[in-house]
């Protein structure tokens, strides 16, 4: 799988998803008694029926699809076959969901629930900030170190998928939480063991996903909001606002480190659910007729 992480640059969770796609190909072929250098189209075709049951998310079939287009590609390269039996199978469309987004007073709202005269309440404070004004995935947070924030000029550095870098400015309100947070907090929950880790739980190490949803999800009913929300709504939150205040889709896809922009195209669905709203909520004549 080293093929799929160092020259194709895929994440490490999109390498292991691959690796069990591929097992299970190998295990279909074997119970077919193929062999993996006799692969033709119609033994791809055949598989593809094999997987792809009523319950299976276009998704899914999309990523298996993938999985096999890539492992044959690796194959041609490596001399194994001399002909690709994936050319001419497509892969679904598939069907974008919507994602959940909280306005800005929800998002205020649960950005003023954490202790402030608490340790572990002004830690959470600054991951919210932050998480919010930089629109991180929870693992580029969690994963941030201190040298990774350059307080002089208020950007980030942070590594998503496939471990591509990218820069992110940072808006005072998060500065303001991440000094308060170096300050008052950090040490004290530095036990010698954060190897240089921004956030850290209570024994020292690096915060956990479980950990911070956790306490996430506590703030948010804390605050009242009841729709299904994860940290996750506070990147696609950060999307919508900067679309919704004029920002350019180009760079919404810069900060938000899309490779394709039809990613981020997604969220101009929502800005224009939100303009609909904005007429037939305030214009004199754009409420709909009973």
């Known amino acids: 799988m080293g093929y799929l992480a160092g020259d194709r640059g895929f994440s490490f969770n999109t390498v292991d998803a691959y690796e069990r796609d591929i097992k299970q190909f190998a295990e279909y072929i074997i119970s077919e008694s193929r062999e993996l250098n006799k692969v033709q189209e119609v033994d791809i075709a055949n598989y593809i029926q094999f997987v792809n049951q009523p319950a299976l ?4 079939l999309s990523r298996k699809i993938s999985s096999l287009k890539n492992f044959f590609r690796f194959l041609i390269e490596e001399g194994l076959i001399k002909e690709d039996p994936t050319t001419v199978i497509e892969s679904p469309q598939i069907k974008r969901k919507l994602p959940s987004v909280l306005d800005v007073s929800e998002i205020e709202k649960i950005l003023k629930e954490p202790d402030s005269k608490d340790i572990l309440g002004i830690r959470d404070k ?20 201190v040298e990774n924030i350059d307080f002089n000029e208020s950007f980030l550095i942070c590594y998503g998928k496939g471990e591509k870098e990218r820069i992110v400015p940072i808006g005072k309100y998060a500065v303001d939480s991440l000094n308060l947070y170096l300050a008052k907090a950090r040490d004290v929950l530095d036990k010698g063991k ?14 956990s996903r479980m950990g911070f949803w956790k306490r996430f999800k506590r703030y948010c009913l804390k605050a009242g909001i009841s729709k299904k929300v994860s940290p996750h709504t506070f990147r696609h939150s950060f999307a919508t606002h900067l679309l919704e205040g004029g920002a350019d889709l180009r760079v919404v896809q810069t900060l938000l480190g899309h490779n394709d922009i039809s990613t981020t195209q997604i969220y101009t669905h929502i800005t224009r659910d939100y303009l609909r709203k904005v007429i037939r909520d305030f214009h004199p004549r754009g409420k709909r007729g009973k």
């Open 57 to 60: 998310a276009s998704a899914t």
């Open 126 to 145: 600054a991951a919210l900030e932050l998480l919010y004004a930089c629109g991180l995935r929870i693992s580029e947070l969690l994963n941030l170190k």
């Open 194 to 207: 954060s190897d240089g880790v921004l956030f850290l739980g209570k024994h020292g190490k690096r915060m």
